[in-house]
């Protein structure tokens, strides 16, 4: 058993559209301090990231749509051209030296793909990428290059494996599932919020890919406000049943934490418990399908205080194999950050569940979900 690597460097948190914005790589920085104020990553464990190249880039984007981020990032480029490419929206606007900063994240994401299959390890994880909702010719819904899109076809063009897409962010990874929609080399699944309420609106049970790859895209929306039980036991049923159909070389995992019930962007319900069970049965699933090959991303996370280092971390320690630490967070951790935060700072690893509100609904929505779950299980099932 090889020991996983984290691929970590400071230049990644400048993905930054403005000081507003709410995607904030700065819980990368946050995540990866309490790791290591916990003991649990070390200097030895980091792996510093690599640009990727315009040729990687080529492999699912298009190139006028590189060089059009390239111009917005340096100012060049009309009002226009840039609403064509998805570039300058409320939800995606440009900033300076945007190429090269995104292109960073792209990397990142690669150099974790490379570490595990050119043998130096089974598992890596680059919390800086998952840009699930960038498309081949536009931007959309804070992606600009879609990391994970582009490590996916390195990994099918170089080195011949097959890839199973896992995303567990509360949006639909719609990017990825279109890129992917007409071939039967890559599986996506993606479980999420249903679309009726949330961006982008896709990822009904009813997308199963077209042409050869008819039914190796595979979409769980959940109804909102769903809580833990109903969501574990959709994922867990589900994913391994997609395993067993596609029989993958290799996971990839994207792993938003949004579906937080305390992230100010969603309207779902889970906790601690899930995000904690979620990366321990993908793990176990690796080693049990996959010879313990694993990569993992991130994702969305927009309470960056209250929610996404806790719940990151536990990836990490998924991949190392330790289980979820209870009590106080580490000392320094609080120190460092507990008098920054504009709000309510947590002091244990767990969620203390004292904001937590019972779902009036919780039957009526946990029997929906389970009515969507046969459903895609019959779909899974098909031969």
Excluded at 40 to 50: C, F, N, V
Excluded at 337 to 353: A, I, Q
Aim: charged share 25%; aromatic share 10%.
């Amino acid at each position: 058993m090889t020991s996983p690597l984290y691929v970590y460097d400071d230049s990644l948190l400048k993905y930054r559209f403005h000081s507003k914005h709410p995607f904030n790589q700065m819980r990368l920085k946050m995540t990866t301090d309490l790791l290591m104020a916990s003991g649990h990553l070390s200097a030895s464990d980091i792996i510093k990231p690599r640009e990727a190249t315009d040729e990687e880039l080529e492999l699912v984007h298009k190139s006028d749509f590189i060089e059009a981020v390239k111009l917005a990032g340096e100012g060049k480029l009309s009002e226009e051209k840039m609403e064509s490419y998805g570039l300058n929206t409320e939800d995606t606007p440009s900033f300076e030296g945007m190429h090269e900063k995104s292109r960073m994240l792209v990397g990142a994401t690669l150099s974790a793909v490379e570490a595990v299959m050119d043998g130096r390890t089974d598992k890596a994880l680059s919390l800086a990428g998952g840009l699930h909702h960038g498309f081949s010719g536009r931007a959309s819904g804070f992606c600009i290059y879609n990391d994970s899109a582009v490590a996916i076809e390195h990994i099918r063009k170089k080195y011949g494996k097959r890839v199973l897409y896992i995303d567990t962010d509360a949006h639909h990874g719609d990017g990825v599932q279109w890129i992917f929609y007409d071939t039967n080399e890559v599986m996506t699944y993606s479980i999420h919020e249903t679309g009726r309420y949330l961006f982008p609106g896709t990822g009904s049970l009813t997308e199963r890919g077209t042409e050869e790859g008819f039914g190796f895209a595979v979409n769980l929306p959940v109804d909102a406000f769903t809580e833990d039980e109903s969501f574990l036991e959709i994922f867990k049923e589900t994913f391994e049943a997609a395993i067993r159909k596609f029989q993958p070389d290799v996971i990839f995992s994207q792993n938003g934490v949004d579906a937080h019930f305390r992230d100010p962007m969603t309207h779902l319900a889970l906790t601690s418990r899930t995000f904690e069970e979620i990366p321990r049965f993908v793990n176990e699933m690796a080693d049990k399908y996959t010879d313990g090959k694993w990569i993992a991303v991130g994702g969305g996370g927009y309470n960056i205080w209250q929610v996404v280092p806790r719940m990151w971390s536990q990836i990490w320690l998924s991949m190392k194999g330790i289980p979820a630490p209870r009590g106080p967070l580490p000392e320094a951790f609080m120190d460092q950050y507990g008098p920054k935060s504009p709000v309510d700072f947590p002091r244990n690893w767990e969620d203390v569940l004292t904001d937590y509100n019972d779902i009036p609904r919780r039957e009526e929505i946990s029997e929906k979900n389970r009515s969507m779950l046969t459903r895609a299980m019959l779909h899974l099932e098909e031969q």
